[in-house]
């Protein structure tokens, strides 16, 4: 289960203060899967980022009684100057996970070869891409967040993306961010909108997709 208490989240820019999440309060139960929908620019990916814990709510509390991976495919957490490995190894440990298992694993997913050894600031988008589904994959979590990402690389690439996402999400929920409808139709059970700083939540998928589908008439 993750649960928002009150919680708030805002930007500052030269111009406005531009507010994602006015005080919010909700819980994603365990044992189903969601869909966030909502305009661009609604804050989907902001959410997602406090939901992993990868940044912080203004005020309020996120608390989360399962183990919750960051957004797939989400790279900003690597260190630059460490090479490939050293992020692994060092992801690894703070997840309490064995080091060399993950090293291996990821080594092979990602086929980066000796790219691996190389700092990360001298990969492309989708060698940093690889590194960062190789490592979602690579460790196991109740609750999986994807942000528009279930595949990189080329054609045969993510086959292997798609097989290994599968077999994952047998035993995990999801929490999905899409503008693809049929995307959300097809790994959601329940649903949320985001709209003006509200979360609106909705016990069936298609509720939240007949008010996004109205929204946007």
């Known amino acids: 289960m993750i649960q928002l208490s009150n919680v708030f989240k805002f930007y500052k820019t030269q111009q406005h203060i531009k507010v994602v ?26 959410t997602m980022r406090l939901l992993a814990g990868t940044e912080l709510p203004n005020s309020g509390k996120v608390r989360r009684s399962v183990r919750v991976s960051w957004p797939l495919g989400f790279a900003g957490g690597f260190h630059p100057q460490m090479t490939g490995r050293d992020n692994l190894h060092f992801v690894a440990r703070i997840y309490g996970q064995n080091v060399r298992k993950v090293s291996d694993f990821v080594e092979d997913f990602s086929e980066l070869g000796d790219y691996l050894d190389a700092p990360v600031k001298t990969y492309s988008s989708g060698m940093m891409a690889r590194l960062a589904f190789g490592l979602s994959m690579a460790i196991e979590f109740d609750c999986y967040l994807i942000d528009e990402v279930t595949a990189v690389g080329d054609a045969r690439f993510q086959r292997r ?33 985001l709209v003006d700083g509200r979360l609106i939540m909705f016990a069936s998928v298609d509720q939240a997709i007949e008010m996004y589908n109205r929204m946007n008439r």
């Open 21 to 46: 999440l006015d005080h919010v309060s909700t819980v994603f139960e365990s044992g189903w899967s969601y869909g966030l929908l909502g305009v661009n620019g609604a804050g989907k990916s902001t």
């Open 161 to 193: 993306c798609q097989e290994a996402f599968t077999h994952r999400r047998k035993n995990a929920d999801l929490i999905v961010v899409s503008h693809s409808i049929e995307t959300i139709k097809s790994y959601c059970d329940r649903g949320g909108v």
